[in-house]
């Protein structure tokens, strides 16, 4: 087990974009354990991506299981994750381990449906909402070279009187 | 002891003023910090830290034909305080009502009583020129409890403004 060390920005690296895993063997088990070991010497992050590392592969984990009242599936760790359906939006404060002293704004989906695989390679389809959502959302965006600072809105963009219906 | 000056300039909006303003600062070998622009009913306003390698008349004697041509009106204050400095606001608290006086000190009041330490506030006057509407938006850090903050707002409803508080949370990921 290790702490690794994080990128931050302005590293160029963090712009790349993350090859699939093909091989689900005990050196992807001992990466992911090293990559949970730093998501929880940071400051609280929810998240991870292993690209956040420098190990572009498509892997995070998200925990959002720590939160009261917060919907979640528990400690996650998806390797080749892919989102097939969104809906909804809403704006939210993010932060990043990759981003140092700075919060902002940022619209994601409130709900989406998640396919992905977990360390034995075997294939699990997962519908998150809410917070969940949103930090899958930020993890998989560091997987396509995207920080949540390519997103941020602006202070005085605010959705709260819109509503998206349901069809 | 700071080395940063507040830099605020107001004056009828253009395109192009910043470009010309941070450019004369620039080349009198100005570094910036942290600013906030804004456009309030139709003027150019910006607040912005300055760090300059020279005394700061010097740098106000470069600035003044520049911001004399754009027609800006110009102040720098030493200050206190540097980058790195951020709070992360914990709740956010949304106010709307037709548009009357004093709207803003009672809701702030409220809050103040409660220690909420405002880290934003915009507002807009929304509506049109028969029917204002008063909209504003703060966000802040409070260390009272939810409940706490919204039982306090609910008085306000008599007064017939909307108060929404909501928690923000940040996701660190």
């Given amino acids: ?42 400051p609280a992050a929810v998240g991870i991506a292993a690209p956040q590392v420098g190990r572009f592969q498509r892997i995070l984990i998200v925990d959002v299981s720590g939160r009261p009242k917060t919907p979640n599936h528990g400690h996650l760790i998806l390797v080749n994750p892919e989102i097939t359906h969104w809906e909804g939006f809403a704006i939210g404060r993010e932060g990043c381990l990759s981003v140092p002293d700075y919060t902002g704004n940022v619209i994601r989906a409130t709900g989406i449906r998640l396919k992905a695989q977990d360390l034995d390679g075997a294939s699990h389809e997962f519908d998150m909402e809410g917070f969940e959502a949103r930090a899958v959302q930020h993890e998989l965006d560091h997987l396509d070279g995207l920080l949540f600072v390519d997103r941020v809105v602006s202070r005085r963009t605010d959705l709260y009187r819109r509503k998206v219906y349901k069809t | ?32 910090g942290e600013a906030s622009m804004i456009r309030l009913g139709g003027n150019f306003t910006i607040m912005l830290m300055v760090r300059a390698e020279q005394p700061s008349a010097q740098v106000l004697e470069t600035l003044h034909p520049v911001v004399a041509e754009l027609g ?17 606001p914990n709740l956010q608290v949304r106010v709307h009502g037709a548009d009357r006086a004093g709207i803003v000190a009672d809701v702030t009041e409220v809050l103040a009583a409660l220690g909420f330490n405002i880290l934003e506030l915009e507002s807009d006057v929304a509506g049109d020129a028969d029917r204002p509407v008063y909209i504003m938006n703060i966000q802040g850090y409070c260390e009272r409890t939810l409940e706490e903050v919204r039982a306090a707002m609910a008085a306000l409803s008599d007064r017939h403004v909307c108060v929404d508080v909501a928690p923000i949370e940040i996701l660190i990921g």
Avoid: Y
Wanted: hydrophobic share 50%.
């Fill in chain 1, 1 to 42: 087990m290790a702490i690794l060390e994080i990128l931050t920005l302005p590293d160029p690296r963090l712009k790349q974009v993350s090859e699939p895993v093909v091989t689900f063997d005990a050196e992807l088990r001992a990466f992911v354990a090293d990559l949970e070991e730093t998501r929880l010497a940071g």
């Fill in chain 2, 1 to 32: 002891m700071s080395d940063w000056n507040m830099l605020t300039l107001v004056g009828a909006d253009r395109p192009g003023i910043v470009a010309r303003v941070t450019r004369a600062l620039f080349a009198c070998g100005c570094h910036l």
């Fill in chain 2, 72 to 88: 800006l009106r110009m102040h720098m204050d030493p200050v206190t305080g540097g980058l790195h400095r951020h709070l992360a």
